[in-house]
């Protein structure tokens, strides 16, 4: 049969994360790419018993269709912990919050609509914003999050700006209270809509980052937020809080898709959630995740010294980003780095623009402190290697 692919076809790729992801499940190799939460934050006991109570209470209902703006008591939930007002009607339930990012897009991108995000930015919006044919626009950033000067002189004509605050995905860093205020201020002023991205939000080692965006222009801004690092990524389960100006389309895309999430999930994770689960589980993820983000540092900064690398030291989240010396491609450099038995994810593909070869992103949560030790040496060994390829340093560490 001759098959004949839709125009918007051409634009859906094969996810760069996946495919590495393929690389790491061969045997011996220590992960340091995938954005997978630790199976040890799983709280296994907690859904069992959610399971048999749900199933138990009133089964032929979780087992049957539901409405598609999802289970009440799960969007009364939801409302309950934002920091802002919120009325459960504004609350969609996502099949994760990936979903809530391909609504957000067919609700709101046409082909060539301007779209601007961070620099760099989350892979997974690229992917879920590029089959409807937008014009991605990169507006510069920096430590604190984007440049306020930057993002106004593109804010014409854009349909919205797509942000992640909180331990962002790549990089890690996190948006300042003064940034989020000018931000925020700078946009409404622009007229321009918010996308505000927030799944690693609870993640935080310290303190908890500022208010979200949308607390300070509930009526400027799409939240999404997620279960999947504070409960389980395997139940798919999302929501996005939206104007009601909005929300009844957002509403009408998700029922051509898949006119409900799964309804026994979403009772499951409601029957979990109640007495105050989350505030007594959370913490322990927050935990286990600043010991091995802890880890990770000390041995970036023993192991890669003398070697011009820099990385930062996220406050929160799942990531850290790391930039190489110039003249290193990190995608050359990986299957070299697999060769020790150590996976990464090269940068360049989370710049929606031309990006950057010497960046790579490192996830420190899934590998236990001894194997991010025994990574992190493999990882320089390489660095040291290809840089005495390229004439610029010799094999030998620095003495520490």
């Known amino acids: 049969m001759n098959w004949k692919l839709a125009a918007r076809a051409t634009k859906m790729n094969p996810s760069v994360l996946r495919e590495i992801l393929k690389v790491t499940e061969r045997p011996g190799i220590i992960s340091l790419a995938g954005g ?5 934050t799983f709280p296994i006991q907690a859904f069992a018993d959610a399971c048999a109570e749900v199933l138990h209470n009133d089964g032929q209902a979780a087992l049957q269709y539901a409405a598609s703006e999802g289970y009440a008591p799960l969007r009364q939930a939801v409302a309950d912990m934002l920091p802002w007002n919120v009325d459960p009607a504004q609350v969609l339930i996502t099949t994760g919050s990936q979903q809530g990012l391909d609504l957000v897009a067919k609700v709101l991108i046409d082909p060539g609509s301007k779209v601007l995000v961070e620099t760099p930015t989350y892979l997974g919006a690229l992917q879920a914003f590029g089959p409807m044919e937008p014009v991605p626009a990169s507006v510069a950033s920096d430590d604190e999050g984007v440049v306020v000067d930057d993002l106004v002189a593109k804010a014409k004509d854009a349909r919205f700006v797509y942000l992640l605050p ?9 948006m300042t209270e003064a940034r989020r205020a000018a931000v925020s201020a700078a946009a409404a002023e622009a007229g321009l809509p918010i996308v505000e991205d927030n799944p690693y939000g609870e993640l935080w080692f310290d303190q908890a980052p500022p208010l979200p965006l949308a607390a300070r222009n509930p009526e400027g801004v799409i939240y999404l937020g997620s279960f999947s690092k504070v409960l389980a990524p395997g139940l798919r389960l999302g929501f996005l809080v939206a104007p009601k100006s909005i929300y009844p389309k957002l509403l009408q895309a998700k029922q051509a898709v898949d006119l409900h999430t799964p309804i026994f999930t979403q009772r499951m994770v409601s029957a979990v959630m109640k007495d105050g689960f989350l505030d007594r589980h959370v913490p322990t993820i927050r935990a286990l995740y600043k010991r091995q983000r802890d880890a ?7 192991e890669m010294k003398g070697l011009d690398v820099k990385f930062n ?13 110039e003249g290193i491609d990190t995608v050359a450099l990986l299957p070299k780095a697999v060769e020790r038995n150590v996976a990464f ?3 360049a593909p989370f710049y929606a623009g031309e990006g950057d070869p010497r960046t790579l992103r490192l996830s420190f949560v899934t590998a236990s402190v ?8 493999a990882l320089a060994l390489t660095v040291r290697e290809e840089l005495a390829l390229l004439g610029k340093r010799s094999l030998a560490p620095e003495p520490v």
């Open 36 to 40: 997978l939460p630790s199976p040890k």
């Open 166 to 174: 909180n331990f962002q995905n790549p990089t890690g860093r996190t």
């Open 296 to 302: 990770m540092l000390a041995a970036l900064t023993r």
């Open 313 to 325: 030291a996220p406050l929160g989240g799942m990531f850290l980003w790391v930039r190489l010396p």
């Open 345 to 347: 994810v090269p940068g």
């Open 370 to 377: 001894e194997d991010i030790d025994t990574a992190i040496a």
